[in-house]
């Protein structure tokens, strides 16, 4: 089965029935593009290769090579030339800090891959075409076109946005002027609002409220946020930001949507609170991706309710590698998963600085 | 000691420090000092109360494996003796003379951090010492090494132990931090962020100590590049690493191998064999499983690029990972035993690669510099680096080492001139 042939049944898979989650299909088209990559790409080739894991000897989806989210700051992980990309998505970086490159040749299944997902996680409620105005509390795409953020946010304004949407972070700066001026018009205009952007932001924004101004926002508002705070002179436990978006802009936690994603993937995870109201906030797998927890060293999967580090197995990602390794910590909640934060507890155990740490300094 | 101290809980101990400050101040400074080196003394003697209690209990509570601690006690305590702190005192305090005074304030809030336990009796003892009663949050990775010291002192003398009060509280409660924040010079251990948040929270008359978060780097020079020294080297770079699970500042990150343009083979067996030794006489500790995650995933980057045909090599034993980097490009570790090895043609090339390191930079272990060393090291000094040390040593800095480029004593007194 070629790349064509594998994307061709994903679109289909992706417009006609998103959220039909099929174990055989998507084994069966994970290891026909587990069999492409392994050619495609060089490096990931020898990486798997080097490792016993060839096509001919890996059976399931689950026993493929996972790479590192750190390889993508290292290598050029493409299946095809350099002078086909069309696009690069990049991570942030420093001076000293290698960014990340997620190159692609085609953005068609990019952005059929993000679309379901935000629809189905962030406007439920909405019928099929209906827009709703979205404040974007990131830069346009225009601003930072290698922003994968930046990118899903234009692709989803543009579909869904209606009159009165607009994007608050202008020269790298957030415009809270002009945030709070949007969303106060909103408060009167509107029955359904989304708000997206950055956690930090959110922060920034609430901070600037403090002590100044108290939103009422209407009940069919919805919050989206995503990303950490690592780095930052800040850090605020998730139920904390949920809390002060309650007190600040009137939108309860039940109406709070964190999304985790990274540069390094196409598809996306969103927690399934709007989704299904009354229900464990979880995060969702979109149903052509797949989330293992594993023993970091070992690679093998932990038992149910046992902490892992978090791989994920993405088709959307036919142009690079499908299986990436994260550093991040989840626990399998039912049919999701949470992301957790640092080890429960953890201040840093020794006065020396870790290398992602130092890198973002 | 309570498991948690509330916020009047923390108000109670400040006031109560603040009436025992003035019967401290009155007694001299050669009094005083004289307690604290019997203290230290106390911690030094590997046969004492102490430092058996910290052998017992600090493994449970730090995660370090008892070898570890064992050795990295014994290395560290052995500078802090009685006579350092007498020596520290002439060089910071009675060289100053009798025109310039130095005075304790009337407290001292220490915010303790991390696991690694030896930092914590200079921090006590520095301003207890200048006479300023101590009010300490005690690290909740070593809530042992605070205790035992409170202990030592109050045995030692009355008056002493009663001028230092421990308190614990999670690092998220705002209000018993904002009371221990309330002394007029504050202490803290921890990283960048925290520093930046405790800034904060501080008045412009307030003195902030800062301590965060650096690291360290090793150099091999021509001469260390061979035989036996080469295995002395090795083994030097290895005991470094190994103590403290590579989280202590002091702890090397990387290695850069001066005049090649490639880390020789040999050189990396020779690395790999000092750290498998050091595995196994001092087992690395238990690893939380984010950062057992990192430590994954900067492995397999490595592996994967070393796959994809870069000149790198990985060397993944029982506990530990050496890198072998094509270039002196700095790359970071995510500690636990996880150390890049650089080639560095020139000292040039090497001062280049680290130079955006130096506002980070704590310490540099040296080996076979030979001539260069004397133009090298003030380079290396001028960084950033307050330490320049033999490797093999950098695990135990003098009671005198200049902290953060900051001294001991000095940070944390007041100076007036006297000039009637």
Known sequence: MDRDAIERELLAWMRDEPGRRDDARFEHLALALFAFQFRANAPYGRFCAARGATPDRVGSWREIPAVPTGAFKELPLRCFPAERSVHVFRTSGTALARRGELALDTLELYEASLAPSFESFLLPDLAPGERLPMLVLAPAPAEAPDSSLSHMFGVMLERRGAPGSGWFVREGRLDTDALLEAARGAATSTSKLLLCGTAFAFVHWLETLEGRERLSLPAGTRVMETGGFKGRARELPRERLYAWIHDRLGVPPERCVNQYGMTELASQFYDSVLREPGGRRRKLAPAWTRVLLVEPESGKEVREGEVGAIRIVDLANTGSVLAIATADLGRRVGDGFEVLGREAGAEARGCSIAADEMLRA | ?420
């Open chain 2, 1 to 420: 000691m309570p498991e948690r101290s509330s916020p009047a809980d923390v108000r109670a101990a400040r006031e109560r420090l603040l009436a025992a400050g003035a019967p401290l101040r009155r007694r001299p400074r050669r009094e005083r000092v004289q307690v604290l080196g019997r203290v230290l003394e106390r911690f030094r003697a590997p046969e004492s109360p102490e430092r058996q209690r910290l052998e017992r209990e600090l493994p449970e509570a730090t995660g370090f494996s008892s070898a570890t601690v064992r050795e990295g006690l014994a290395r560290a305590l052995a500078p802090f003796s009685a006579a350092a702190l007498e020596a520290l005192v002439e060089r910071e305090l009675d060289a100053l003379g009798k025109r310039r005074v130095a005075v304790g304030f009337e407290a001292t809030a220490v915010l303790l951090g991390g696991a690694v336990p030896t930092p914590t009796l200079p921090a006590l003892a520095g301003p207890l010492a200048l006479g300023s009663p101590v009010l300490a949050r005690s690290s909740s990775h070593d809530p042992v090494t605070a205790r035992v010291f409170a202990a030592a002192l109050a045995a030692e003398d009355a008056e002493l132990g009663a001028a230092l009060a421990l308190v614990s509280f999670p690092s998220d409660d705002d209000l018993a931090l904002g009371e221990l924040l309330a002394t007029p010079c504050v202490v803290a251990f921890g990283s960048d962020e925290t520093m930046a948040a405790v800034g904060a929270r501080l008045g412009p008359t307030q003195r902030f100590v800062r301590h965060g978060h650096r690291l360290s780097l090793a150099v091999l020079g021509e001469e260390a590049r061979g035989g036996k020294d080469l295995a002395d080297a090795a083994a030097a770079l290895a005991l470094d690493v190994a103590l403290w699970d590579q989280q202590g500042c002091l702890s090397p990150v990387a290695v850069y191998v001066l005049g090649v343009e490639r880390v020789p083979d040999e050189l990396v067996e020779a690395l790999a064999a000092g750290f498998a030794e050091a595995a196994r006489r001092w087992p690395r500790g238990r690893v939380l499983s984010d950062a057992t995650a990192r430590f994954a995933v900067e492995r397999d980057t490595a592996q994967l690029r070393a796959a994809a045909g870069a000149d790198v090599r990985v060397v993944a034993g029982r506990g530990f990972v050496l890198v072998a980097e094509p270039d002196a490009a700095f790359r970071g570790s995510p500690l636990q035993r996880f150390v890049r090895v650089h080639p560095a043609p020139s000292a040039e090339r090497l001062l280049e690669a680290v130079a955006p390191l130096g506002p980070h930079l704590a310490a540099v272990g040296v080996a076979g510099l030979g001539p260069l060393a004397g133009r090298l090291e003030p380079e290396l000094a001028a960084l950033g680096a307050s330490r320049i040390c033999p490797l093999g040593a950098l695990q135990a800095p003098p009671l005198d080492w200049a902290h953060d480029q900051l001294g001991v004593l000095l940070p944390l007194a007041r100076l007036a001139d006297i000039e009637g």
